[in-house]
């Protein structure tokens, strides 16, 4: 039997979101059916000097998936290298008006696969040619409101396949722009390796709470800190630590503290190799998370969390969420209220446990990547037949 041949584009290997999904995904994928291809968006010696390494390269290639840099794909003219050429060239009026980033080997290479699956719809290329964007397979990683203009450079009369963990109401405000295309839905996965609930209430004399996020403008803390100068008032015996890479004076958070007088109250804790094990092992008593529209945890790191059953509380990022809320998940955009259920998980046993084992058991019935698979599988397979 001829196999698929799939492309997964991804902008790294680093540890977020669209890196980790296509991980999840290649640890998953009929290898009987499908060959895998990654191109990774970068030179190969660019390793970014935040992350430092590049985590999910070596799991890729313990799965036998095949990777390809961009360094033979992008024009010279917009290496360091071509500087100097570049100013003579515009000097002497050969420099194109509107030159492309990529080379023309670039579009060679994408239609020798079958399906290219565009891990980020930031990271989609609007310049490829019509057969690529046919077969293409975009992603849907980042929420409008995060960005107004995530979608503002394609072509909103051209045709799309959008795969996305949007639900179909929620769609229609983030693909408004598009008159035609199809979607087919895949919430954020997993391998979910946890056989039993790690996490127990602990009548401990320190009460820690764990934020595990990226430091980043995308992923504002304010109102955590906010929250957490109401909460010392009244349960002075608190912590929190805040778990992820970047720096929080570059980011600003470090100015927010002091603004508030909470330079001191705040710990930032940096990266951690495996966040389930920070937190058990870190003996925390709740996590607070970013969460979208009443419905649930916006990110891998809140479900990894609730593998461990750590209870987690969301504040809700979305400007106008969604009016039901999601039980198993609690959404709050109400600092006061926000503090008052961070009372209750942190004192009254009962309630902690019991929204520890419904996130828990929500996490192994909605996000294994068993269950989806298979969606993604006859997604490629739709794909591939609509060349025949």
């Not at 983030?174 to 056989?195: A, C, G, R, T």
Request: glycine letters at 4%.
């Amino acid at each position: 039997m001829t196999k698929i041949k799939v492309l997964f584009v991804v902008a790294g290997f680093y540890r977020a979101g669209a890196e980790r999904f296509a991980y999840e995904l290649d640890r998953v994928l009929d290898k009987e059916k499908f060959d895998l291809t990654i191109f990774c968006l970068e030179k190969v010696k660019d390793i970014n000097p935040v992350w430092k390494i590049r985590y999910y390269e070596d799991l890729h290639k313990q799965l036998g998936t095949k990777i390809k840099y961009a360094d033979e794909f992008i024009d010279y003219r917009y290496t360091e290298q071509g500087r100097i050429r570049n100013k003579i060239k515009k000097y002497l009026g050969l420099f194109p008006k509107n030159p492309s980033f990529w080379n023309e080997d670039l579009s060679n290479y994408l239609d020798e696969f079958d399906v290219i699956h565009w891990m980020g719809e930031y990271i989609y290329i609007n310049s490829v040619s019509d057969s690529v964007r046919k077969k293409s397979l975009i992603y849907t990683m980042t929420a409008r409101f995060q960005k107004r203009t995530l979608y503002d450079n394609f072509n909103h009369e051209l045709y799309y396949n959008f795969c996305t963990g949007f639900k179909k109401e929620e769609l229609k405000y983030e693909l408004e722009q598009f008159k035609n295309y199809h979607s087919v839905f895949v919430p954020l996965f997993m391998k979910i390796d946890e056989k039993k609930r790690r996490w127990k209430f602990q009548n401990s004399s320190i009460k820690k709470i764990g934020i595990f996020t990226r430091l980043d403008p995308f992923k504002p803390l304010d109102p955590f800190f906010y929250s957490f100068q109401l909460l010392l008032d009244r349960l002075p015996n608190c912590e929190l630590h805040i778990f992820g890479n970047g720096d929080p004076i570059q980011t600003g958070m470090t100015q927010s503290l002091e603004r508030i007088g909470m330079q001191d109250k705040v710990f930032f804790r940096g990266h951690q190799e495996d966040i389930t094990d920070t937190a058990i092992d870190e003996k925390l008593d709740l996590s607070w998370f970013q969460g979208y529209n009443n419905d649930r945890p916006a990110g891998y790191a809140g479900f990894d969390i609730c593998t461990t059953g750590v209870p987690l509380l969301c504040w809700d990022f979305k400007p106008n969420p969604n009016e039901y809320k999601n039980p198993v998940y609690p959404h709050y955009k109400n600092l006061n209220q926000f503090v008052a259920k961070t009372i209750e998980i942190l004192t009254d046993q009962n309630k902690a446990e019991d929204l520890s084992e419904k996130q828990y058991n929500d996490v192994l019935k909605t996000r294994s990547a068993v269950n989806h698979i298979k969606t993604i599988e006859a997604e490629y397979e739709r794909i591939f037949n609509l060349k025949y």
